[in-house]
């Protein structure tokens, strides 16, 4: 599977680094509130659970699940939720936490979804990865572990068609392979 890797970005060693960082400050910036942390499945799903088990604070977990990519390397423009129930938000503070901010309109489109239908106290966005790049909508994510170039990652979650989600560590997949 490493041989379709055409570099790898940030070892695992450096990505636990950067997780305790960013969880140091969330866990200050969070203390005495009402937390309800908000994964968006499938590729936050590792990099969640290396962030909160750094969190001493006594939050919550609820997850949304929606849907871009069907699988390509370019976003379709629609996302689409594919849960019947919202998480019980009203009236916490809510993290959202996803793998990458690419396009923005994932998480556009979640943020929009819980201002309207679920009364959070307040939403912020905690992204592992955020790429430079022009978004279609302009995102503020208060939390960014690593800015990256505008290429197509993969592994710590992050997948290709399903697959290198397992991967330690955070890579570009080779062109050739695509
Ligand atoms: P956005 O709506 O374009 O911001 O896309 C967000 C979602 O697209 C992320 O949560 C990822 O699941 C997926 N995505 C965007 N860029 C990449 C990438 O480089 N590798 C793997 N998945 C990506
Ligand atoms: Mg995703």
Do not use: W
Request: with cysteine; aromatic share 8%; charged share 30%.
């Amino acid at each position: 599977m490493d041989e379709e890797i055409d570099k790898i970005l940030y070892e695992a060693d450096a990505i636990q680094g950067r997780i305790e960082e960013m969880a140091a400050r969330i866990t200050e910036d969070y203390r005495g509130k009402e937390l309800t942390v908000v994964a968006v499945l499938t590729g936050a799903l590792i990099f969640t659970a290396d962030l909160l088990r750094r969190i001493p604070l006594p939050l919550k977990l609820d997850c949304v699940s929606v849907a871009s990519y069907h699988g390509n390397m370019e976003t379709s423009g629609e996302v689409k939720f594919d849960q019947l129930s919202l998480p019980d938000i009203g009236g916490r503070h809510v993290l959202i936490v996803d793998d990458i901010l690419d396009s923005g309109l994932t998480l556009d489109a979640i943020m929009a979804k819980f201002h309207k239908e679920c009364g959070p106290l307040s939403v912020r966005i905690c992204v592992l990865l955020s790429k430079k790049r022009m978004r279609r909508k302009e995102i503020a994510a208060e939390y960014v572990g690593f800015e990256i170039e505008d290429e197509f990652v993969v592994g710590y979650g992050m997948d290709y068609e399903e697959r290198y989600r397992n991967l330690p560590f955070i890579g570009v997949l080779r062109l050739e392979d695509h």
